[in-house]
Structure formats: C-alpha cells, structure tokens
C-alpha cells in the first residue's frame, strides 16, 4: 500500500508541475485571443481527452512533459484550392461546415466547385453549384471535416502570429512565470509546515537518524536533546558538538541525553565515512522551530528562491564546463526514482522537493536553447528591435534541430540511468 502511495505521489508531483506551467502559456494565449487548439499533458498515446469551448483537452501515457498548441504556429489546416469540389453546411447564411471528402454521404448540405475561398481574412467561400455561382459567409468558428477529422477554422486575428510581439511573449513567458509561481507558493507551504528556527535556542535535539550507522545501533531516537559530549555541555551549539564528533573517529564518546523527563548516558563510536574527513554518527541535528507569520513565510520563502536559484545555476556551470561525471547526470527515470525516495520521507521533504522541481522547470525552459521557451523569447526579441519577424521557415528549422538534439540527450541520460538501476 505504501508503494502504491507514493507513486500516486510522485505521478502527482510531476502532474502538477507541468500542468501549472502549461496553464500558464494556455490562459495568456486566451487572453490575447489566440486560438487554442489543444493543452496536452504528457507525450505518447492518448489516454483520454475531451473538448471544450474551442480546445481540446488531452490526457498522455508518458508524463515527462506537456505543450499547448496554439493556431499558426505550425501547418494545421488542409489548404482548400479553387476548382476542389467541396461541401458546406449552413446555419444562420453562413457556413459552419466544410467537407472535403467523402462528399456523397454528406447529407443537408451544399456541393460545388471552388471558385474562390477565404478563411483567414475576409471569411467567405464562392461556390459553383450546376452553373449558379453563390458566396457565402464563413462562420470564423466553422469547422473542416477530412478524413473523419474535424479542424476549427482559425481567422488571422485568432492567430499566435497575428499578435503583438508584447502578447506573444507573455503567452510563451507565462509557462515558466507559472512555475516561479507555484515554487514560490511551495516553498511557503513548507515553511508552514516546518516552522522557523528559534531565535537562541538553548538545546540540540536530535533530527535524523540515519539506518545502519552508529546512532542507528543506541538507544537514540528522533527527539532526544543533547545535553553533553564527553562532560562537556553543549547547550544550543549544534556545531560544538559536530566538532567533537569529528574528532573522535572510531574512540568510544559517552553522551547524555534527556528523553522527556528521563536522563541517561550513552556509548557512541563514530566511524569513518568514505569521500568524508573525520567521524560520522549519521544523525542530523535538529533546530527548535516556531510557526512563522505571513510576513516571515514570504521572507524565508524569497531566501530559499535565491538560494535555489543559486544552486541551480551552479549546476549549469558545471555542465558548461565539464566539471561533471557522466553517473552524474539524470533524466526523467532518475527525477522520477528520487521523487519516489523523497515521497517516502513525509509530504514536508516532497512539498520542498516540488518547489526546487518548479523553480528548476522554469529556470531550464528558460534557456535561450532550441525549441525552449527561451528560445522562442530570444527571436521574439530579434523580431522587436528589428521591426519584423524572423522567417518563419528558418525559425521552424532551428526548434526543429534543438528539439532533435534534446530528443538525443534525454534518450541518452534516459540510457544512463536505466543502466545505473540494473547495476544496482
């Protein structure tokens, strides 16, 4: 039961992330009155999805990812060609439907040659019928049916290009704003949660205990205040006491610890930890803590966006410069299996773990890298000083390649990390 708890957990971390970032380009994109043709979560087979008001809302297997596919932004229409022989449904004198296959079962409708068309601009169809060539409106949410599929229409000011460069950035920008967002929110949840540290605290209370190691094997638990180390008082300084232990790598130490209202010794032997200097009893100190106000949750909640962003960053340059090993990378399976090891710690450490996961989802998107939102940003910078947008073609070709090439990193760090489950 506890494995299938946590991961619902982690499958929910990864559906709540992504789905806020996405909601983030889809509610802008409303805003400035592009069509939105689908909002998608995960990438394979679908698993469910249903439509409504003009979009269509879609469920994938694999949940690594997710996209909002606006109108314009890539070739999605059947271009219909004056002298095609087509079919339209009318309601209200305009046109709502228009066939372009399978002509002769098309029942209460209209047939004829195409003598002129226009669906992105002025909105109208002319049609040769028998001889007696009629023009018709086009509803601008009308809708072409082929080969069993149906395509809303999408007039030129429902288009993404349609819009200012000021609208479309928001609209791209909005993912990774959604993310800072929510990371920042997480971040404040966790601190609810957690508390603040005591301002001068008197005691060191024992935290984690961590399995297998010295600590592990006393009569110590979670919650024990340490009062001496070897006769000497330790009071509120955690790092007196880490010193001491660090010193004393494989001698026996006599504690007193206080439980309640119950005072004993104890015989602890700290070891030597490999890639560490000095002794190791594995427990984590842990700080009296107090609620914090409103004001002190979006305070500490500003502190751990600096410093995670810091720490991220850090990370990048390391890739940069290779100061890395290839063990060190993960992609999705490792996210996905940390996720899992940190669910099994308690909703507190995953809450704080989902906030760095957020921050780091909006920071990466944006990279000015290909196929990014970043990157989308950077042509649309490009677009605003010179007073035109790029080619389209040319920018096409550039997402096209740096999606080819993430496509190739993620399947090689996805190698890597089913390699490294298989050697244990």
Known sequence: ME?????????LVFFVIVTVHE??????????????????????????????NETRYTLRLLPIGGYVRMAGEDPEIVQIQPGQTIAVRLADEAVTYLYLDQLDSRKNVIRGEVEEIDIENELFVKLNVDGD?????????????????????????RQ????????????????????????????????????IPVENPTYVKVGEITAGMPASKVDLKPGDIIETVNGISI??????????ILDSADKPMKWTVLRGDRRFEIEITPVRVEGAEGGK??????????????????????????SSTKTIFEG????????????????????????????????????????????????????PIPALDGSRLVFLGFEAVRGRPVDPNRESIVHFIGFAMLMLLMLAVTYNDILRLVKG
Do not use: C
């Open 133 to 157: 060539v009629q023009r018709y409106a086009v509803h601008p949410q009308a809708m072409m049916v082929t080969k069993g599929q149906e395509t809303q229409i999408a007039p030129k000011n």
């Open 281 to 306: 009893v594995g427990i984590v100190p842990e700080l009296p803590t107090r609620t914090a106000s409103i004001g002190e949750t979006l305070r500490y909640s500003g502190k751990a966006m600096v």
């Open 23 to 52: 909601w983030g380009h889809f509610y802008f994109a409303k805003r400035a009155g592009i069509l939105v043709r689908e909002f998608a979560i995960g990438f394979g087979p679908k698993l469910f999805s249903y439509t409504k």
């Open 235 to 244: 009071g509120a300084d955690s790092e007196k006491m880490i010193a001491l």
């Open 3 to 11: 494995m299938v708890q946590v991961i619902f957990l982690t499958v």
């Open 160 to 195: 993404f290009g349609s819009k200012t460069v000021g609208q479309r950035a928001m609209s791209i920008f909005a993912g990774p704003m959604m993310n800072f967002i929510l990371a920042f929110v997480l971040f404040g949840v966790y601190i609810q949660m957690m508390g």
């Open 316 to 367: 990048f340059r390391k890739l940069i410069f290779g100061e890395f090993k290839l063990d060190d990378l993960g992609g999705p399976v490792r996210t996905f299996e940390m996720t899992g090891q940190i669910a099994k710690q308690g909703i507190e450490k995953l809450t704080f773990w989902a906030a760095i996961l957020s921050l780091y989802l909006g920071i990466f998107n944006l990279l």
